[in-house]
């Protein structure tokens, strides 16, 4: 029988060969293309379909995902006016994220990083798909359908998500949340209460989480949301609310809507944070309830 640490080693072996690997041959597509690469806010052609929908994995080097055990990748393109074009997504085993090139006739570039670092086993597509993700030169559109080719061949076929993710978009101010040792209103008093504002095509959203304002990036498709930053507290607060609220937010990986004015977030199945949706959007969400 193999002894334990020796299996715990062979794992850790296979990730960092798999993370070298990756490193590899990020660094060679980046020699490849840059020569290449255009001004992402205004590339040629139109890529209004590309950032229209999340997409859901259908095929993978020619054979269907739809397996059974096999959970569903995704990917969701998001604008940047600012720096560049951003991804993020699930591999059916880890969340992903990272940064997209525009070329010129279709070309696309994909820096992917894994963001967090479960072990896959199984039927988990994550392996293959990070190597086409990598591998992929063209991008297009045919029928609704997102195709990734390499070489002029289709390495990649997505189908768009039904789930639109426009109805988070504005402020919402916490109502419930899971696990508290004392009433609600005594640890979060009106002017401590926290916030969360999330804007249109960001990846990130802001807020104010009892103590200080934060911010931090976030993953999401159809009813999956993972926020996957976290802000540090600041030892001077008096009150744990920040910690309270962060700690909470971090084991978030779903979220419902109980109606049109209550959003709820949850963790495995279990309501752990309820907000309720703000009429406006403040300018600054540390100083709304005292306005």
Known sequence: MAHPMKAINDQNLSCMKTRILLFML???????FAQKTIDVK????????????????AELNGA??????????YLTFQRDDFNYNRMSGFTGCNYVGGRIDLLEDGGIVFRPDLITNN??????????LMEVLLNADKWSDKNGQLLLSRKGKVIAKWNPSLQPNTTLKGAWELVYINGLASPFSEVFPETHCPKIIFQDR????SGYAGCHEFTTPFLINQHTIVFTGS???DTS??????????????????YVFKDDKTLVFINDDEPVMAFSRMKTVP?????ASQE
Not at 26 to 32: D, E, K, T
Not at 202 to 205: F, I, K, L, R, Y
Not at 283 to 287: H, K, L
């Open 42 to 57: 205004n590339p040629s052609g139109d890529e209004s379909s590309l950032f229209a929908h999340s997409w859901n994995l």
């Open 64 to 73: 269907s995902t739809a397996q059974p055990g096999v959970k569903q990748a």
């Open 283 to 287: 300018a600054s969400p540390a100083t």
């Open 119 to 128: 072990n896959c086993a199984g039927g988990s597509v994550e392996s293959s």
């Open 231 to 233: 802000t540090p507290c």
């Open 26 to 32: 990020a660094s060679f597509q980046y020699v490849l």
């Open 202 to 205: 960001q990846h990130t959203v």
């Open 237 to 254: 607060c008096q009150v744990k609310e920040d910690n309270i609220f962060l700690q909470t937010l971090s084991s978030v990986n779903a």
